[in-house]
């Protein structure tokens, strides 16, 4: 079982809505991620917080905000989405950033965007 | 057992047959590699890893091979059961410590 755990499992929201997806780790972890997965692709990057602090943003729309209250917790706001936006929402974390260390997933938050 | 030279989007294995999963890089400058499993459903599951210092890795019924020269990653599984039957992703951390996903194998195992 992932130690990465997400809420909600699944999210519907219409286009108008503001919704937030919630992820929280307690491996200690001091780096974390948001990755999107659209069926039968792999995982892309969207977001990287290291010690709290955003490290990479890999060009997402302003739709998407990310949030890292504290080093234990990662948020995903959203607000505005269109339907192409409806994807699986993974969460990671990983010791620290960088080379050689392992990065583990949650189960997600699918997301449905009507 | 049964293999794929080359990637492949899907590969059928009989059960107790011991298969192979291929991946090729791109970046000769990764340092890490890891094969994720990752069923219907569910997030991806770390199965292995290899630092690039290494050219073969064993864990349990799982064994990961690394050949530098041609950038090329393998997973073999032995005596594939029901349960290894899930999408398989290669991954490999780049100099700027992003995680870049392959395209993913669908393994299934017939009974």
């Known amino acids: 079982d992932t130690e990465v755990t997400q809420t909600p499992k699944h999210l519907v929201m219409g286009m108008t809505n503001k919704k937030s997806l919630k992820c929280e780790q307690h491996?200690?972890?001091?780096?974390m991620y948001w990755y999107k997965q659209k069926a039968k692709k792999p995982p892309e990057l969207m977001f990287v917080?290291?010690?709290?602090?955003?490290?990479i943003n890999e060009s997402v729309p302003s739709r998407f905000s990310p949030e890292c209250p504290n080093s234990s917790l990662l948020n995903l706001h959203l607000h505005a989405l269109q339907p192409e936006d409806s994807a699986l929402y993974l969460c990671?974390?990983?010791?620290?950033?960088?080379?050689?260390?392992?990065?583990?997933f949650g189960e997600g938050s699918w997301l449905t965007v009507v | 057992g049964e293999s794929v030279g080359l990637h492949l989007p899907t590969l059928s294995v009989q059960e107790g047959d011991n298969s192979i999963i291929n991946c090729a890089y791109s970046n000769s400058a990764s340092d890490y590699f890891i094969w994720y499993k990752q069923e219907s459903g569910k997030g991806p599951q770390f199965i292995i890893d290899i630092r690039s210092n290494m050219d073969k890795r064993q864990g349990q019924r799982v064994t990961v091979l690394l050949n530098k020269t041609v950038k090329h990653l393998s997973l073999q599984i032995a005596a594939t059961q029901p349960g290894d039957s899930a999408v398989y992703f290669c991954?490999?951390?780049?100099?700027?410590?992003?995680?870049?996903f392959g395209a993913g194998t669908t393994v299934t195992v017939r009974a």
């Open positions: 991954a490999e951390n780049t100099d700027d410590y992003k995680l870049s």
């Open positions: 491996m200690g972890h001091r780096a």
């Open positions: 990671a974390s990983s010791q620290v950033q960088g080379v050689e260390n392992t990065i583990y």
């Open positions: 917080y290291s010690y709290e602090k955003l490290s």
